[in-house]
């Protein structure tokens, strides 16, 4: 069975920058299938950053110009670049796939405090 680990959350002051990571073990599946969620206190859980079919990226609005998604096929681990970072930015990130496949168990997702 695969699991999901994240990890790089922490608290930062706003304009900051930090680097999540997503370690996947367990199981052999495809990267390109991966995106980053997150969720706010009292919020859904929504989609931020993600791989398109043949390799390209996309991502919310609200994150767009400010975090880049990548992955390391090698390491079988997904990171999330985040920059620029809001206090909006603040939730529990998880990674997990976005198509193709069933939702993977959910990993227990890493915090991101962003304080103004």
């Known amino acids: 069975q695969v699991q999901l680990v994240e990890s790089g959350g922490g608290l930062v002051q706003a304009g900051a920058s930090l680097r999540l990571s997503c370690a996947a073990s367990?199981?052999?599946?495809?990267?390109?299938?991966m995106g980053w969620y997150r969720q706010a206190p009292g919020k859904q859980r929504e989609l931020v950053a993600y791989f398109t079919g043949g390799g390209n990226t996309n991502y919310a609005d609200s994150v767009k110009g400010r975090f880049t998604i990548s992955k390391d096929n090698a390491k079988n681990t997904v990171y999330l670049q985040m920059n620029s970072l809001k206090p909006e930015d603040t939730a529990v990130y998880y990674c997990?796939?976005?198509?193709?496949?069933?939702?993977?168990?959910w990993g227990q997702g890493t915090q991101v405090t962003v304080s103004s």
């Open positions: 997990n796939v976005v198509r193709g496949i069933p939702y993977l168990p």
């Open positions: 367990g199981s052999i599946f495809s990267l390109n299938f």
